[in-house]
């Protein structure tokens, strides 16, 4: 049997890919994050990490123990509420960040709908920028998006560089205006992607603008022109700009969890939904079929 401390503690590796940010997430030192995650391997039997001074992976055994891990956490979340006879009820109103468009966020939704049948969850799919002025103004609950680096709010998610991405045969002029694909502002990738560019000081014109992800990934695969994405998410038909490009480092991006200021009927509901989500992050590392990357072959 399975500890469960040790499980919750492998999800959080897992979906944090660090050993510190699991700890802080978790409120506990990072030396139990290594000796739960060390118990759970002896527990298994298999190396579930590899792990070195600069990066944390996860093994082939890793990945298998991630659909056990949140399988087994899911089936003790619903022993729980059925034995102490808690039901949520009330409108919750949850905000998610385009970037989640694509991925299995709604396999996670799904589940929570099914165990909180008594809910009203309103859903907001949304530039992360707008959501976080919605739940300032008090009119979402709960909202999945992203952060700037220097923006401490919210618990997170998942930790991702931002990269270039575009068509396969896109090739860019390197003295002519880079052709970007962008959110409307208050766009967080954006931002951060005009920002780069300034620094380096190179010229850009806007090919195309839309607030709506489909959108972005359509104007990309007809090779318009390249956009700022998170590494971990790129929508399939695209690839990572090469190097040789010469475009400038976006840096890293964190997608958190972050609560409404205010406490309403709601709060027990938004509780149990970012417990789902930060259970089943996993899911949401990857969209639904693999971007390819032209710097790493296809697995």
Not at 48 to 61: A, C, I
Not at 117 to 145: F, I, N, Q, R
Request: proline share 5%; hydrophobic share 40%; charged share 25%.
């Amino acid at each position: 049997m399975y500890d469960p401390s040790q499980l919750r503690t492998f999800l959080a590796v897992a979906q944090t890919l660090s050993f510190t940010r699991a700890a802080q997430r978790l409120g506990v030192r990072q030396s139990t994050v290594s000796q739960h995650v060390r118990r759970l391997e002896d527990a298994a039997g298999r190396q579930l990490f590899t792990r070195d001074t600069h990066s944390v992976e996860l093994t082939e055994d890793g990945e298998a123990m991630l659909g056990f891990a949140r399988r087994l956490m899911d089936v003790q979340e619903q022993a729980t509420a059925f034995f102490t006879g808690t039901r949520l009820r009330g409108r919750l109103r949850f905000g998610a960040s385009e970037d989640f468009v694509l991925t299995r966020l709604t396999e996670i939704l799904e589940g929570f709908r099914y165990d909180h049948p008594e809910v009203d969850l309103e859903l907001t799919v949304e530039l992360s920028g707008t959501l976080h002025e919605h739940l300032a103004a008090g009119k979402l609950d709960l909202v999945l998006a992203k952060r700037r680096p220097e923006d401490p709010r919210g618990e997170l998610v998942r930790h991702d560089r931002l990269v270039w991405i575009g068509a396969e045969r896109l090739r860019l002029d390197p003295d002519r205006p880079v052709p970007l694909i962008v959110y409307p502002p208050p766009g967080i990738t954006r931002a951060l992607a005009l920002e780069a560019l300034e620094r380096q000081g190179r010229s850009w014109r806007i090919a195309c603008t839309s607030g709506s992800l489909n959108g972005l990934v359509a104007a990309a695969r007809a090779g318009l022109g390249v956009m700022a994405h998170s590494r971990g998410l790129i929508p399939p038909g695209l690839v990572r700009v090469p190097g040789r490009a010469g475009l400038p480092e976006l840096g890293e991006v964190d997608f958190v969890l972050v609560h409404g200021r205010r406490r309403t009927s709601a709060q027990g509901a938004a509780d149990a939904l970012a417990a789902a989500i930060l259970g089943g992050g996993d899911r949401l590392r990857r969209p639904e079929g693999r971007g390819v990357s032209a710097r790493t072959p296809r697995r």
